[in-house]
C-alpha cells in the first residue's frame, strides 16, 4: 500500500508509559527519538501533558507532563525531520502550562475524549489550534458508542472544531475489520474538511490488521508503537505497518535495530502483548481495567475463573 | 458472526508437532483431544500420516506417523462428537498403511499439496475418497502461486477430485486481507461443488483477522490451534476464533482451562508466536525456513543482519 497522504504517528513513549506512570529514562527516550527519526516516521507522541497541580511528580515521571524543556533535552543534537506530538485528557491539562507553538518544541497536540465530552474536546483543540499547534480529537472506547451518538459528536467536530485530524480509538480491542471498515467510512463521510485517524489496540491480535482496514478506507492517520508496546495488549507493531506501508520514506532497518537493543530486554522487566485476560476483554468488549488488575494478582493465569468474573459483570 | 456451516479444525497436535519432532506424550494429547471435544470443535487434527519405511520413529514421536492404534489410545474412554483428522504429504505416504474408514478412527485425510503437485494430490484424495474419508486439499505457499496457475489447479480440483474441501494456505504468513479477499472469492467461483477453506500462520499477527477475512468471504473451514501452537510464528489461534463465531455449539471455557494448564507451562519450553525473524520472513513472503534456523543461533536476536540477509535472498 503506497499512499502519500498516509502519516504514521509513533505513541510508544505515551502509551508504553501508561505501564510504568510515564517513567522512562531519557537515554531509552532518546534512542527512541533517534531511531523513530531514522526510520522516517512522521510523529512521536512522547506523553501527556498533564497538569502538575494534579498529580505529583513523585509518583510519575516526567513524561506525564512533558515540560518542553524535558523535550528539548531529549531532541537536542539529534537530527530529525519528525514531528513531536503530546496528548492531554479533559479535565487533566492546564492550558496555561501551553506556551505557542512557536515557542514550543512540540507540533501537535492530541486531545482524548469520551464522546460525552466532545463539546469540551472541542474548546480545547480550538484553544491549542488558535496557539498554532496542529490537533486532533481522539474519540475514545468508540466501540462502546451507539450510531446515533457518533454520528453527533462527528457533525459537531466538522463544523465547529478546528482539529486536524479526528481518531477513532479502539480502547477495548474489541473491533473487527467490518465495524472499522463502517466507522471509517463513516467518518469519512461526514468529516469532509478534516483527516480520519486510526487507533487500535491489541488485544485480540487485530491491531495490525485493523489499522490496515483503517488505511483501505481512506484513514491517512494511523498509530503504532515499536514492538506493539502499549498498556495490556499493546498496540499495532510500528515494524508491521512500516513493513505494509510502501512508502519509501520509511526505513524499517532502525526500528528492528532498536527492538534488538531495548525492547527485548525491556519485554523482561514489565509485561505488554497477547496475554489471555486482554483477550478476553476484548472479545467481551470491556474496558481492560478487570485484566491489568487481575495480572498483578497469583490468578493470573486463571483464565477460565477471570472470563466467567467478566460475563458476571456483563449479565 | 453466526454460520451454521462454518466448520472449526483445530490443527494444535498436528502443526505444533512440527516444532518437537511430533513427541507430545500421550496425556498431552489426550487433554487437548478433551478440551477441543467438550469446546464443540468440528474436527481435531493429530499428525501425519507418513510411512515409517521414510521416517524413523527414533528420530520422530507417534504423530508423525498416526497409527489407527495409537490414536484408539488417545481417544478412548472421552465422550467427543469431534471428528478426526491426519494429513499426509506428497509422496510421504504408503496408501497401504491407510485403511478403509469404516476400520479406522479417521473421519477426515487432509493431502497437503504445492501447486504443481495438484495431479498428484488429485489422484491421493480420490483414493482415500474411495476408502469413504472425508478429505481435503490444502494448496500450501499460496501466496508465491501466479494468478494462472491458480485457475488451472482450481479448475483441476473442481472438475478431477473428490476433495470435500480445497484449503488455500497461507505457509509464508505473507498475506494482508485484501489478498485474503481475493484469494478465496476466486476459489469461490470455481469449486462450485466444494467447500472453500483456509489455513494462516501468523507471522505479522494476521492470522486471525486473515481467518475472519475468509470465513467473511464464504470460506467456511477454518483451522486455528490452541493459543496459536504452531511451527515458526504459529497459527489462528483458537480462543480468539471461538469468541468470534458466535455458534452457541462452541464453549470456549475448556480452551481457556487447556491454556492456563497446558500452555503456559508449554511456552517455557518451545518457541513460537510473534518473533521477529517470522514477522521479516511474513513482510518479505519467504518460506519460514530462515527465520527458523537463525533462531537457533546466538544471533536470534540481531534482526537488522537477519533482514539484510533475508533481503539479500530476495535480490
Known amino acids: 500500500m503506497f499512499r502519500e497522504k498516509i502519516k504514521a504517528l509513533d505513541c510508544t513513549i505515551r502509551d508504553g508509559g501508561l505501564i510504568n506512570n510515564h517513567q522512562f529514562d531519557d537515554r531509552f527516550v532518546r534512542e527512541v527519538y533517534k531511531a523513530l527519526s531514522m526510520a522516517g ?122 482539529a486536524n485530524v479526528v481518531y477513532l480509538v479502539d480502547s477495548n480491542g474489541a473491533l473487527y475489520q467490518e465495524d472499522i471498515e463502517l466507522l471509517v467510512k463513516k467518518a469519512k463521510s461526514i468529516l469532509k474538511t478534516k483527516e480520519v485517524g486510526v487507533h487500535t489496540h491489541n488485544n485480540q491480535q487485530l491491531a495490525f490488521s485493523n489499522t490496515i482496514e483503517g488505511i483501505i478506507h481512506d484513514a491517512n492517520y494511523v498509530d503504532a508503537t515499536v514492538y506493539g508496546l502499549g498498556r495490556g495488549a499493546g498496540n499495532c507493531p510500528l515494524e508491521l505497518l512500516l513493513g505494509f506501508l510502501k512508502n519509501p520514506k520509511f526505513d524499517i532497518r532502525p526500528v528492528l535495530d532498536l527492538i534488538s537493543k531495548e525492547f527485548i530486554p525491556l519485554r523482561e522487566k514489565i509485561e505488554w502483548g497477547y496475554i489471555i485476560p486482554y483477550a478476553i476483554v476484548g472479545m467481551l468488549n470491556e474496558h481492560p481495567r478487570a485484566a491489568i488488575a487481575v495480572r498483578k494478582t497469583d490468578k493470573k493465569d486463571d483464565y477460565r475463573e477471570f472470563y466467567e468474573s467478566v460475563k458476571e459483570v456483563e449479565a
Chains 1, 2 share one sequence.
Do not use: H
Open 41 to 162: 516516521i512522521d510523529y512521536m507522541e512522547i506523553g501527556y501533558k498533564n497538569s502538575r497541580k494534579l498529580f505529583s511528580d513523585k509518583e510519575y515521571g516526567k513524561w506525564k507532563f512533558c515540560d518542553d524543556d524535558d523535550i528539548r533535552k531529549i531532541i537536542d543534537g539529534i537530527e530529525s525531520k519528525m514531528k513531536l506530538s503530546v496528548m492531554v485528557d479533559i479535565g487533566r491539562v492546564d492550558p496555561e502550562d501551553v506556551k505557542p507553538c512557536s515557542e514550543s518544541p512540540v507540533d501537535m497536540i492530541r486531545v482524548a475524549c469520551y464522546i460525552k465530552d466532545v463539546d469540551k474536546a472541542i474548546a480545547l483543540v480550538n484553544a491549542f489550534s488558535q496557539k498554532g499547534y496542529e490537533t486532533a480529537v481522539n474519540i475514545m472506547a468508540i466501540s462502546k458508542v451507539l450510531d446515533n451518538e457518533l454520528t453527533e459528536a462527528l457533525q459537531q467536530l466538522e463544523k465547529e472544531s478546528r
